[in-house]
């Protein structure tokens, strides 16, 4: 890092939100589930839109990199700061700024997490559906695009931010959206901005979309043979067009390494989860269409489930799942797959999936968000062992192009970090080349999150 950066850094901010500590750059040199490490110069924690604004035209002038990080649960790697420089921690930025029941909407800083800001709206009759898990940031989520158990009948961040306040690379502020449910107006800069990782920029403000808690919730457990018996029976009620507002896959492993981890007794059989939203008549009928299908799939056993706090401690379990299988594995490393495709490909996708687990001969865990065909396969090896590595990468990369070939994606929702990057030339093609110049029209200086979310460029033609 330049090294004008540092006093000049502390000229602009208190003492306190700058951190040289070995314990603040070890804990920002990883993301989770990352095995690449790489300390930062730096933690700084703005308070404001106006902290963040000088820092990124300090970092400009400088061509200091800028790596934004919030709660650090994503997974791919997104917050390793790869060229050092400074990590942003914008946990301090953490107001909910409006809450506007009337229009269905709430402004809020980007590191509020989704958890506390549904805790916050409790007595309002509304909620922010998106559910990644982990308690991620709203900042976080945008940038990543997040969906989770309840996109299948929501939609993802995207859908569900209005506008954003953004810091430019070259430290400007420009506000994105609006509050408006629905606009046609320029450029849907908004839309751009979730999902860009932090590379086009730091979130400081977010507009995001309310929507009603439902009057009743109901949930149902069918459990098959086999997985392929779990994929029929989805692929076939998401076409019968039921309002299905969760709809998860796990496998018997891991269903297995959850019941040890947090002590429950779940049957160890692969199991599709469902809830269904809605007024008490219409949650009934879905339910009852779900468990009719699942007699005709000759289910092992389907069941309705009403009672409020079990249909809480399943959601939860779920929500466990990634920890369940790291504490099953202490040690080892992981890679998570993140395939989406069409609903009516699900089933080779995930046949594939399940066969690559068998002919690796490495532990694995097939769960998913398998609604809105997203699927995740959970693989773990020896950190130290290449040649293991090698091969759950080799065999990826084919359930990648067998996803790509469906007219799917290599990431549903994680998001490409540095992890997935190999994948992006070979589903998005000369679309990589529009991407580099937004990219070089917002952040010329190339500060910005530098070596995630966008391959290298194409070399040039002779
Ligand atoms: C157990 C577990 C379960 C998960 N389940 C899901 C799931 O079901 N669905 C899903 O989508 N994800 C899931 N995730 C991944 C993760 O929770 C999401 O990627 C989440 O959106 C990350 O939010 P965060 O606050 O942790 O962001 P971080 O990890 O801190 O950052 C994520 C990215 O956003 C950028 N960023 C952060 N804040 C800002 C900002 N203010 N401005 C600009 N850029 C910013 C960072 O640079 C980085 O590129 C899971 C993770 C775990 C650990």
């Keep these: 890092m330049d090294p004008t950066v540092l006093p000049r850094l502390r000229a602009l901010l208190r003492p306190d939100q700058l951190d040289l500590s070995d314990s603040a750059l070890d804990l920002r040199a990883r993301g989770e589930s990352s095995d ?6 730096v933690v700084v924690y703005p308070e404001s839109t106006e902290d963040v604004r000088a820092v990124l035209e300090l970092a400009h002038a400088t061509r200091t990199p800028v790596t934004p990080v919030a709660v650090n649960s994503s997974l791919e790697g997104h917050t390793v700061p790869l060229e050092e420089g400074i990590s942003l921690d914008v946990t301090r930025m953490d107001r909910i700024l409006e809450v506007a029941g009337e229009d269905f909407l709430a402004v809020v800083q980007p590191g509020v997490t989704y958890p506390r800001l549904n805790e916050h709206l409790r007595a309002t009759g509304l909620f922010f559906p998106v559910d990644p898990g982990a308690e991620a940031s709203l900042g976080g989520m945008a940038s990543t695009n997040a969906s989770g158990t309840m996109a299948v009948r929501y939609g993802v961040t995207r859908d569900l931010v209005l506008g954003l306040e953004l810091v430019t690379p070259t430290g400007r502020v420009v506000r994105t959206g609006g509050r408006a449910p629905k606009s046609s107006s320029g450029y849907a800069l908004t839309q751009l901005l979730c999902g860009a990782e932090g590379t086009l920029g730091v979130i400081t403000e977010l507009t995001v979309r309310l929507v009603p808690r439902p009057e009743a919730t109901m949930g149902a457990r069918v459990a098959f043979a086999d997985v392929h018996g779990c994929v029929a029976y989805v692929t076939e009620l998401i076409q019968s067009g039921a309002p299905v507002a969760r709809c998860e896959l796990l ?6 390494a959850i019941d040890r981890h947090l002590g429950l007794d779940l049957p160890v059989v692969p199991t599709v989860f469902l809830e269904f939203h809605g007024d008490a008549d219409a949650v009934r009928r879905a339910a009852d269409v779900a468990l009719e299908l699942a007699r005709d799939h000759a289910a092992a056993a389907a069941e309705q489930a009403t009672d409020p706090q079990a ?15 790291v504490a099953a594995h202490p040690g080892m490393a992981n890679l998570i797959t993140d395939l989406a495709v069409p609903v009516s490909r699900l089933a080779e996708v995930i046949d594939a999936s399940v066969a690559a687990i068998k002919r690796l001969a490495v532990p694995g865990y097939a769960i998913g968000h398998v609604g809105d065909g997203n699927f995740h396969l959970t693989l773990f090896f020896p950190p130290d062992d290449p040649a293991a590595r090698e091969r759950v990468d080799a065999a990826y990369g084919e359930l990648v192009a067998l996803a790509l070939a469906a007219g799917g994606t290599s990431t549903g929702e994680h998001g490409v970090g540095w992890r997935k990057l190999p994948y992006v030339r070979a589903e998005h093609g000369d679309a990589v080349d529009l991407m580099w110049a937004i990219k070089d029209a917002l952040d010329p200086a190339g500060i910005m999150n530098p070596g995630k979310k966008l391959p290298p460029r194409a070399a040039p033609e002779g």
């Design 36 to 41: 690449r490490q790489r300390r930062p110069d």
């Design 251 to 256: 496998d018997a492993p891991a269903i297995g």
């Design 311 to 325: 249909l809480a401690t399943l959601w939860t379990a779920r929500h466990q799942a990634y920890y369940a299988f």
